[in-house]
């Protein structure tokens, strides 16, 4: 493990634990923290649990993105994304979006992110 980065709802706080191990700056959590959008600058990578309650708005969210015509702004497709919530030292968890799966899986492995912030 990386240290304490298994929380199943508390995002922001596996964020800054992963951000804390310094030999892992290549990890996503540390991209969602120092993502700066011009407007806000407190992203982070969400836990397994906020990612979850984002495919239960999906729809909603989509509609709203697609409303604003950013294209800063993607929708969310129904792809797999990572989490910031660690399943063990090798692997983390993973959520698939239409298919509402939980996966473990390797952190070697290249998926999609979506950084968010606190609702």
């Given at each position: 493990?990386?240290?304490?980065?298994?929380?199943?709802?508390?995002?922001?706080?596996?964020?800054?634990?992963?951000?804390?191990?310094?030999?892992?700056?290549?990890?996503?959590?540390?991209?969602?923290?120092?993502?700066?959008?011009?407007?806000?600058?407190?992203?982070?990578?969400?836990?397994?649990?906020?990612?979850?309650?984002?495919?239960?708005?999906?729809?909603?969210?989509?509609?709203?993105?697609?409303?604003?015509?950013?294209?800063?702004?993607?929708?969310?497709?129904?792809?797999?994304?990572?989490?910031?919530?660690?399943?063990?030292?090798?692997?983390?968890?993973t959520f698939k979006f239409?298919?509402?799966?939980?996966?473990?899986?390797?952190?070697?492995?290249?998926?999609?992110?979506?950084?968010?912030?606190?609702?």
């Amino acid at each position: 493990m990386i240290g304490k980065a298994n929380s199943s709802w508390d995002g922001l706080l596996n964020s800054n634990e992963i951000n804390s191990a310094s030999s892992f700056s290549s990890y996503a959590a540390n991209a969602a923290l120092n993502y700066k959008n011009g407007i806000y600058i407190d992203w982070y990578l969400p836990s397994i649990d906020e990612l979850i309650l984002l495919g239960t708005v999906r729809f909603i969210l989509n509609m709203t993105i697609d409303k604003k015509n950013n294209p800063t702004h993607d929708e969310i497709t129904l792809n797999e994304y990572w989490s910031s919530t660690e399943f063990s030292r090798g692997n983390a968890r993973t959520f698939k979006f239409g298919d509402n799966i939980v996966s473990n899986v390797g952190k070697d492995n290249i998926r999609n992110c979506r950084f968010i912030r606190h609702f």
